[in-house]
């Protein structure tokens, strides 16, 4: 049995999905969770975890947000020992159909809501003495793929700021992984037209979609100190893709 015991993670994104799925499996490790996103549905997650689980609505694009989302995680819960920057959006579309606003949306919520998270973790987790950060990337961000040119990239993005944080942040003793899920069973999949998903679907080995359930063993796992000496991991959860 894994025990985040003692520990304080922030879940971005948690309203829904792999964040919900996460945020419910930390606490049931023993770990306080600040369940942040822009959807107000994250209050009944939160509401599920009781005195273990706290709401804070945050658009993680918004750099007075993490303030916020920071303030309230040392209010409530008194330090910062994990963050899960989940949060993200998809939105098809290939080279040619992407105009400079799509191309923003997805820089802003996941590539620049990446970053500014991990800045604003930063001095939190001194305080606490270390920590783990789990960077949510995707399958589309370390390979090829049609018709996600914005969020392909976006991903992309993930998978370097990731490996350059774990470099930095290695001398203040905070871990810095990142997570490539393949197709999972949440509402973000419905953006792919079932002729994508048929294909992608054919081309799982395990032959199925995963459950975010699956993702969020990967990330109790990389919050614990039972993955204390990894940092810069890259770890796929993909069916075998
Ligand atoms: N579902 C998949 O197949 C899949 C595959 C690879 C990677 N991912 C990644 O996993 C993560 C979780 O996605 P999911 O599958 O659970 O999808 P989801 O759509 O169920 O959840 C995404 C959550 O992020 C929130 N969000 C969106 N913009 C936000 C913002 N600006 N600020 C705060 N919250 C915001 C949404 O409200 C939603 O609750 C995302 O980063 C996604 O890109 C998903």
Redesign the pocket.
Do not use: C, E, F, W
């Given at each position: 049995m894994i025990s985040l015991s003692g520990k304080v993670a922030i879940v971005?994104?948690?309203?829904?999905?792999?964040?919900?799925a996460e945020a419910r499996l930390l606490a049931a490790a023993g770990a306080k969770v600040v369940l942040?996103?822009?959807?107000d549905?994250?209050r009944a997650v939160a509401a599920e975890l009781g005195g273990n689980g706290v709401f804070v609505d945050?658009?993680?694009?918004q750099e007075a947000d993490w303030g916020r989302v920071i303030e309230q995680a040392l209010a409530r819960f008194g330090r910062l020992d994990v963050l899960v920057n989940?949060?993200?959006?998809?939105k098809p579309g290939t080279l040619p159909d992407t105009d400079v606003a799509l191309w923003d949306r997805h820089y802003?919520?996941?590539q620049l809501?990446v970053f500014l998270g991990m800045r604003a973790a930063l001095q939190p987790m001194l305080k606490s003495g270390g920590g783990s950060i789990i960077n949510?990337?995707?399958?589309?961000g370390m390979s090829k793929g049609p018709n996600m040119f914005a969020?392909g990239s976006s991903?992309w993005a993930v998978r370097g700021m990731s490996q350059l944080a774990a470099v930095d942040y290695a001398p203040f003793g905070i871990r810095v992984n990142a997570i490539?899920?393949?197709?999972?069973?949440?509402?973000?999949?419905a953006e792919n037209n079932p002729e994508q998903l048929a294909m992608y679907k054919n081309m799982i080995p395990l032959k199925r979609?995963?459950r975010?359930e699956e993702?969020a063993q990967v990330v109790l796992f990389l919050a614990s100190d039972l993955s204390s000496y990894m940092s810069g991991a890259e770890i796929g959860i993909d069916g075998g893709l």
């Open positions: 971005t994104g948690a309203a829904s999905g792999q964040g919900a942040t996103d822009i959807s549905k994250g945050q658009d993680v694009s989940n949060a993200g959006i998809y802003r919520v996941n809501g949510v990337s995707s399958k589309a969020y991903k490539y899920p393949g197709m999972i069973d949440t509402p973000m999949l979609v995963g975010p993702v």
